[in-house]
């Protein structure tokens, strides 16, 4: 049986929309799954448009995409954590289980690290096949369409969560998918305040609805001043950073308070300049680099706030498109005017 598969073939931008054979052939610990939804991510769009780290990362051809949603329709002869009809997501990271850090249960570092859709075959398809013990069985009763978002969401509750922010005043530096997912978390725990720093209309909209006080546009403001101005001079107690935009980072350090916190997702393919004297070491602050999600920590917290009823999924979820409405799907992703963008096979 054949399906609907997108690769990176060519050695320049695009995917290639290609007929593939269903992968039923599975190894004792692996798993079938029918895609019921799958969410573009940056890192899809990275590969799309195959910039640098692409070329250097990606082995072509390879079947990309990594955010989803299925439903288990065979296993593996050792497959036990799971079963048919079960609808599941997965934890992208693939790790080694014998490293130094998978022995101390620091998966989320492991240092062999296989990422789904970037170093094996990942799910812009209508088929994918998973080992077992990656996959996280929904429990919530959530509509397919929005568990497919759950990957992405894990790395916002990463970063928002790794610090307390409960009645603290909160930075979430860039409102792409990732930190409007920020802003809403931020908004269902209880943050005092929260300040988006954002340039993008249509997301600068879409983090007020989803509980921002505050948007600054850095093309209209200073930001170090407006934060100041709304901090009453002391600065934000935490410091979410999802933007990988060297300014934004290095005015963070400015308009961060004293003790502060700095949780950083956002890549930077620049070098930051940092007062290190004055604003890390003598202000006293904490900086967390955000690897992925923990395992499976994040995704315990993750279940909760869906469970709950916390966030609003249908606002982070702005713009649904079939499998093979690709191109259009990526050409809303790219120009900024989207949330979460989600293909249904």
């Not at 992968?23 to 895609?35: A, Q, R």
């Not at 759950?150 to 409960?166: C, D, R, S």
Request: net charge neutral.
């Amino acid at each position: 049986m054949e399906m609907i598969a997108y690769i990176k073939k060519d050695d320049a931008p695009g995917f290639t929309k290609v007929n593939k054979l269903v992968p039923d052939e599975l190894l004792p610990n692996e798993v079938l799954i029918k895609v019921l939804a799958t969410s573009i991510c940056g890192t899809d769009v990275h590969i799309y448009k195959w910039d640098k780290w692409s070329q250097r990362r990606i082995k072509r051809p390879l079947i990309v995409g990594h955010e989803f949603s299925g439903k288990v329709i065979k296993l593996g002869s050792n497959v036990d954590n799971v079963k048919l009809g079960d609808i599941v997501s997965a934890e992208t990271h693939i790790v080694c289980g014998e490293c130094e850090f998978c022995q101390r249960k620091e998966y989320h570092v492991c240092e062999n690290t296989k990422i789904i859709g970037v170093d094996v075959d990942g799910c812009f398809a209508e088929y994918a096949k998973m080992p077992s013990k990656n996959l996280i069985v929904d429990k919530t009763n959530t509509d397919s369409k929005y568990l497919s978002i759950q990957e992405p969401l894990g790395n916002a509750v990463h970063t928002v969560m790794h610090f307390e922010i409960k009645d603290k005043i909160v930075a979430i530096v860039g409102c792409g998918p990732i930190g409007l997912m920020g802003v809403n978390i931020s908004k269902a725990i209880g943050a005092k305040k929260i300040i988006a720093i954002e340039l993008n209309d249509y997301r600068i909209n879409l983090a007020k609805e989803l509980g921002a006080d505050v948007v600054i546009n850095p093309l209209k403001e200073n930001v170090i001043n407006r934060v100041l101005e709304e901090t009453n001079g002391k600065g934000v107690d935490v410091v979410c950073e999802f933007s990988g935009n060297k300014n934004a980072i290095e005015s963070a350090f400015k308009y961060i308070k004293a003790g502060g916190k700095m949780s950083m997702l956002g890549i930077c393919d620049q070098n930051i300049e940092v007062d290190f004297s004055n604003d890390v070491i003598f202000k006293g602050i904490s900086i967390y680099g955000v690897v992925g999600r923990k395992m499976y920590e994040t995704w315990d917290q993750v279940k909760d706030l869906i469970s709950n009823n916390m966030l609003d999924l249908e606002k982070i979820v702005t713009h649904f498109y079939k499998l093979n409405e690709m191109e259009e799907a990526m050409a809303k992703m790219i120009s900024g005017n989207s949330g979460k963008v989600v293909l249904i096979p």
